[in-house]
């Protein structure tokens, strides 16, 4: 099986491998106008299984659905082809994953950032009755800072039918929600425990339910047991909050935006009430959600001993003073949590991400990202589409040449093959405009068939009117070599000829045909080297073209030279003047009686 990526996908330049999923392929590639996109294509044993082509279907109307400044959007999709892809925005960044793995946790003004950003991104995609299902730092871009939603992998609306059998479910374990995992009814409150676990592992650098086998990290997540006393003081109760086992003690994505607005790092306590439970012993955290603190839960119970009475409670006015003197005190300093001093075993990346390694220091602030070296400049994006536009430059000055040779037959063609192309920009244009507003369509060849009477009638009366406006051009260059150059009649009429066929294609109304080659070229030749092989060959004909043009006289059949027709034009007209003068001046004299004048006659 052939695993090599192709050069282009449709209209779209595949540049370099930018990342890689179990569903498919993501390439950075140029559209036809030179812009960066992210290409995302299936896999081809993926592309072959109807249920994955239905997800990537779905992940196209869902994202299509979802408007927010933190969630890239979809330009355009081929969902029915051979190769199914997606094309969205390119985000020139890194992911939360490989910044966090790499530099360290993020500082706390960066992590207030981060879950605001996400909280905005989950506000708009719930609006869109939409469940995203896959929220994880793999799927998070970070952009000068900001949060960017790059994936709806396995996103589906709400109340939609669920793709997914019985007793299987689809994610990244680390970060399901436990209603996944038991194949419960699945709510957006999945969404809000996915994203708490996604800011805990940018707080920590370690995913929130700890690390290990598959089973070991799902059976974490179903009893709630977080690791909450991993993270920043300040953002215990936030997460708390968020990563209950019961979807419905979970705020909504509204409410974990307010409470993502309050947050602040200057708050060192974990402000949770706490209450205990019977004689076991078991805590429950404000919400009411049971956490076992260790095993001894599962241990008989025990009758202790009674303890001692507490001491007497100062004197009020002691308390008040103390109370007084805390109040005075500022808080300590805000201190990042201690890292994980032993780097965790290699099977522990089933489930989640080790910790990065200890820092004798406190991690500095991320640094801005520079591109790879294979980033391709915005100054260099045009140099795709130069062996495309150089190619069609030499295909016209080829039909110049071809109508200075043979003015008639050639001029005509090129009437007609500006009609065609103009008509082919009217039918393909519009139809790739619409497949970048709502994606590829089964009616898309149907519109076709029935758009092309009226392309038809619309390119016909804009080449009615250029015609006449490259004609006007043709005379002027007629009129400035004939009076001005002092050349003669023919050799000017035929140079004239080849300016009429150039204004078909450069003056205003000719950008319709120019898009229709650029176009046709740009699918033709689908790497450099095709490129600079037509640019060869088509410089080559263009050369030869240009050299027989100079060097031969214009053939004018099926008409006659201009020179010859203008010659017998100019006599008729003079035999017509001096007759008609003639005859007037023998009938004035005749009634003068003068008649004997005219010798004539």
Not at 337 to 354: F, K, T
Request: proline share 9%.
């Amino acid at each position: 099986m052939n695993t090599e990526a192709p050069e282009r996908l449709g209209p779209y330049r595949l540049v370099r491998k930018i990342g890689e999923g179990g569903m498919g392929v993501v390439h950075l590639g140029l559209d036809g106008e030179g812009r960066e996109v992210a290409i995302k294509v299936l896999h081809q044993h993926v592309a072959a299984d109807l249920k994955a082509r239905d997800r990537l279907t779905r992940e196209v109307e869902t994202m299509r659905r979802v408007r927010s400044p933190f969630v890239a959007e979809v330009i355009d999709a081929e969902l029915v082809g051979g190769q199914p892809y997606v094309v969205t925005r390119f985000a020139p960044g890194r992911t939360l994953e490989d910044t966090v793995l790499t530099d360290g946790a993020l500082e706390a003004r960066q992590i207030i950032r981060l879950a605001q950003g996400l909280c905005q991104a989950l506000v708009a995609i719930h609006a869109a009755d939409v469940i995203h299902r896959d929220f994880k730092p793999s799927n998070v871009m970070l952009v000068d800072g900001e949060p960017l939603v790059i994936d709806f992998g396995i996103a589906h609306l709400v109340n939609a039918t669920r793709l997914t059998q019985t007793g299987m479910f689809v994610g990244t374990p680390g970060y399901l929600a436990p209603e996944i995992i038991r194949d419960s009814d699945i709510t957006q409150a999945a969404d809000v425990h996915a994203l708490a676990s996604t800011v805990f592992f940018a707080a920590t650098g370690a995913p929130p339910f700890g690390t290990g086998t598959f089973e070991a990290v799902c059976f974490n997540i179903m009893e709630g047991r977080a690791q909450i006393d991993k993270a920043p003081a300040w953002l215990r109760g936030w997460l708390s909050r968020a990563l209950q086992v019961d979807p419905a003690a979970r705020p909504s994505a509204h409410e974990l935006l307010r409470m993502a607005r309050a947050l602040d790092p200057s708050v060192t306590t974990f402000n949770e009430t706490a209450s205990f439970d019977g004689p076991t012993g078991t805590k429950r955290m404000g919400s009411g959600t049971r956490v076992m603190d260790s095993y001894s839960d599962l241990l008989p119970p025990v009758r202790y001993a009674k303890p001692a009475p507490p001491s007497p409670a100062p004197p009020r006015r002691e308390e008040k003073r103390r109370e007084e003197k805390r109040r005075e005190q500022k808080p300590p300093p805000y201190v990042p949590a201690p890292m994980a001093a032993r780097p965790p075993h290699a099977d522990q990346r089933v489930a989640g991400y080790p910790a990065p390694q200890p820092r004798t220091a406190p991690p500095p602030p991320a640094p801005r990202y520079t591109p790879p070296p294979q980033y391709t400049p915005p100054a260099e994006r045009k140099k795709y589409l130069f062996g495309s536009q150089f190619t069609g430059l030499l295909l016209l000055v080829t039909l110049i040449a071809l109508t200075v040779m043979m003015p008639v037959m050639v001029g005509a063609v090129a009437v007609v093959l500006a009609l065609v192309l103009r008509l082919g920009e009217y039918l393909f244009g519009d139809l790739v405009k619409r497949r970048q507003m709502r994606g590829n369509s089964g009616a898309d060849p149907l519109l076709v068939v029935v758009g092309t009477p009226w392309a038809l009638v619309k390119s016909a009366l804009v080449t009615v009117v250029h015609v006449p406006l490259a004609l006007l051009f043709g005379v002027c260059v007629w009129g400035v070599l004939h009076w001005v150059g002092q050349m003669g009649v023919n050799e000017a009429a035929a140079y004239a000829a080849g300016a009429f066929a150039a204004g078909l294609f450069v003056l205003p109304g000719g950008g319709a045909p120019r898009k229709a080659v650029t176009r046709s070229l740009t699918g033709v030749l689908r790497t450099p080297g095709a490129a600079l092989v037509a640019v060869v060959l088509v410089g080559t004909a263009a050369l030869f073209a240009v050299m027989f043009a100079l060097g031969q006289e214009p053939v004018w059949s099926p008409w006659r030279a201009p020179e010859s027709v203008i010659n017998e034009l100019a006599s008729e007209a003079r035999q017509s003047t001096v007759g008609l003068i003639t005859g007037l001046i023998g009938s004035l004299l005749d009634g003068l009686g003068l008649g004997f004048l005219t010798n004539w006659s």
